[in-house]
C-alpha cells in the first residue's frame, strides 16, 4: 500500500482502485464528485454515500472502490439518497455474518486493494446490467448541458429524470449537475488554465461565481484546492 494517496483504473468499468496508507497524514478532505465508494479499513468495510459537500476522512490506512457516478446502488442493493452525505458499515445494510466473512477475507488479504477489487467485481457480475441512461445523464450533464436538455436526450420528463437521480445518484439532477461543473473546474485550474478562463470553460458565469460555487461545496478556496 502506498504510504499516501494513489490511485489506479479498475477492472471494473469506470471504477477506481484508491489506497491511502498511514503515513499519508491526518484526516483527507473527500470532496463532492457524484460517486459512491466501498471503504475497508482494518477490520471495517463501509459504504460512502454521495457527497453534496466536503467530508473529512479519519487517518489512514483506507482502501477503496470509487464507482462510476449511478451504478453502486444497483450493486449494493441500496437506493443512492439514503446514504447521501453518510459514511454506513456494510454490516448495516447487508447480512452481518456475510459482511463478518468479507472482512476478515479483506483482512488476511497481502494486497487488500486487490481484495476489495475482486468483492466489487463480483458484486458487478451478480447484478443486473447498469441502465445506459444513468451513463448518458452523467455524460450530458458532465458536459455541461442543462438539466432539461439532458432529460429530453434521454427521452425523460423532469420528474422522471429527477426520480431516476435520486436513486441512482443521491440528489437531484440540478445538484449533480453543479458538482460535475466544479470537478471540470477543478480540473482545468490544475492544469494550469486561468481562473477566468476556467470560469468560462466549466459554465460559470464569471470567476466570482465559480469561486463562490467552489466555496460552498467544499468549504475551501478554489486557490487552496488547486495549491493542495
Known amino acids: 500500500m502506498s504510504p499516501v494517496y494513489a490511485e489506479r483504473a479498475s477492472r471494473l468499468s469506470g471504477a477506481v482502485v484508491w489506497t491511502r496508507g498511514p503515513e499519508g497524514g491526518g ?3 473527500v470532496l463532492p464528485d457524484g460517486c459512491m465508494d466501498l471503504l475497508w479499513t482494518e477490520g471495517r468495510l463501509l459504504v460512502a454515500g454521495p457527497d453534496t459537500r466536503a467530508y473529512r476522512s479519519a487517518q489512514g490506512p483506507w482502501v477503496g472502490v470509487r ?3 449511478g451504478t453502486a446502488p444497483g450493486l449494493l442493493g441500496v437506493p443512492a439518497h ?3 452525505d453518510r459514511r454506513v458499515e456494510l454490516g448495516d445494510l447487508w447480512s452481518g455474518a ?13 494486497d487488500p486493494a486487490v481484495a476489495i477489487e475482486e468483492l466489487a467485481l463480483r458484486l458487478a457480475g451478480d447484478a443486473p446490467p447498469s441502465d445506459p441512461v444513468l451513463r448518458a445523464v452523467v455524460a450530458s450533464l458532465g458536459a455541461g448541458r442543462s438539466v432539461s436538455a439532458t432529460a429530453e436526450s434521454v427521452g425523460l ?7 431516476l437521480a435520486l436513486g441512482a445518484f443521491g440528489y437531484g439532477p440540478k445538484t449533480l449537475a453543479r458538482i460535475l461543473r466544479m470537478q471540470r473546474a477543478l480540473a482545468l485550474a ?7 478562463e476556467t470560469a468560462v470553460l466549466a459554465g460559470f458565469a464569471d470567476q466570482a ?4 460555487d467552489v466555496r460552498a461545496l467544499t468549504g475551501q478556496s478554489l486557490s487552496g484546492l488547486v495549491r493542495s
Open 27 to 29: 484526516a483527507g478532505i
Open 67 to 69: 464507482f462510476f457516478p
Open 82 to 84: 439514503e446514504l447521501r
Open 98 to 110: 456475510e459482511v463478518r466473512r468479507l472482512i476478515e477475507r479483506v483482512d488476511a488479504a497481502v
Open 157 to 163: 420528463g423532469a420528474r422522471q429524470l429527477h426520480r
Open 190 to 196: 490544475r492544469s494550469g488554465v486561468s481562473f477566468a
Open 209 to 212: 461565481h465559480l469561486a463562490r
